[in-house]
């Protein structure tokens, strides 16, 4: 990790007035990451290898008392912004944020099965099947807090969740809110637990082909014990109109740490679309990682069926990447 020192950050309030610079310090990070990846017989892969950098910039200090704290990630591109974050932690009352993409409240916990490497619906056609967040990451007001042990995760969205620089977001789309609520366990003498549990609402438009809005839940628990963890998590999600489908999906995971080194994992899910007549989604994937000092081996192997809730609709994904942190 390299540190900038004293690099000045201003602060805009406004369109026209601006804060005084204030002496603080950027630390800048990032990783390259080399990609073979390979699809399904019906898909066309044409080059499998890529590469990409990922540069992530931090600072920190205090004004006016409290810590202000700013992060942002650039991925393929360094000119362009693939998520930010503003926070300020306000001490025992809590931290507040602006998030354009680095993720907040539900979505935090979508999926918290343990995996080696990537999750078992990466690179698959359907990969938002079962999964929750209906505030989303993108131009939300987010609120962290913890209380006994227990940590305190909520997001708000006022209308659409496409991010947006300086002004309105001309996108359509409604308010939305959710929440999670996690702990390890430890305050309740559950050791090697963790778990969590998460609401979000999406408000709808009254029309006659809906009858309420969105609904977005979970609940989720892992256990460690010594090099294994395993996993298993529900989520449901509600739509608000007649005839659409409802998503109901039950997952697990299982990941083993053969040594300080290298891990393996397998796991499941299933998603049930029942908008009338039920149709199952089940995809599984193999992980392993190899880890050598900043160096790290990962591969991945997922496949599944009636992808997005389409009968006989299949799709799998090999992935083997190779990444060098600086």
Avoid: C
């Avoid at 017989?41 to 202000?68: D, I, R």
């Avoid at 005839?243 to 393996?264: I, M, P, Y």
């Amino acid at each position: 990790m390299n540190n900038l020192k004293k690099v000045g950050l201003t602060a805009l309030a406004g369109s026209l007035a601006a804060i005084s610079a204030q002496a603080t310090e950027m630390a800048v990070s990032g990783a390259s990451v080399l990609t073979y990846t390979s699809g399904d017989g019906s898909e066309s892969t044409g080059n499998p290898y890529g590469m990409k950098t990922n540069l992530s910039f931090t600072a920190s200090g205090e004004v006016n008392g409290y810590n202000v704290s700013y992060m942002q990630t650039s991925a393929d591109q360094f000119a362009g912004m693939s998520s930010a974050r503003l926070s300020v932690d306000m001490g025992d009352i809590g931290t507040l944020a602006f998030d354009q993409g680095s993720g907040s409240g539900l979505a935090t916990i979508d999926d918290k099965t343990p995996t080696a490497a990537e999750e078992i619906w990466d690179g698959l056609d359907s990969s938002k099947s079962g999964r929750v967040g209906a505030a989303g990451s993108s131009g939300v007001i987010n609120y962290i807090k913890t209380i006994e042990g227990v940590k305190i995760n909520a997001a708000f969205r006022k209308g659409s969740g496409t991010s947006n620089s300086d002004g309105a977001s001309s996108a359509s789309g409604q308010g939305a809110f959710d929440f999670a609520l996690t702990t390890d366990g430890s305050s309740m003498g559950l050791d090697g637990v963790a778990m969590g549990v998460g609401y979000g609402e999406i408000a709808q438009e009254s029309t006659t082909t809906q009858y309420g809005d969105v609904e977005h839940m979970t609940v989720f628990a892992n256990y460690s014990v010594g090099p294994v963890t395993a996993g298993a998590q529900i989520s449901h999600i509600g739509s608000a109109k007649h005839g659409t489908d409802d998503q109901d999906a039950t997952r697990w995971g299982l990941a083993f740490n053969v040594n300080e080194n290298l891990s393996v994992s397998y796991g499941q899910a299933t998603t049930t679309f029942n908008g009338g007549t039920d149709v199952d989604e089940e995809i599984e994937g193999i992980a392993v990682a190899y880890t050598m000092g900043s160096m790290k081996i990962a591969g991945n192997m997922n496949e599944g069926t009636n992808m997005g809730g389409v009968t006989s609709a299949e799709d799998s994904m090999t992935e083997i990447a190779v990444s060098f942190a600086f």
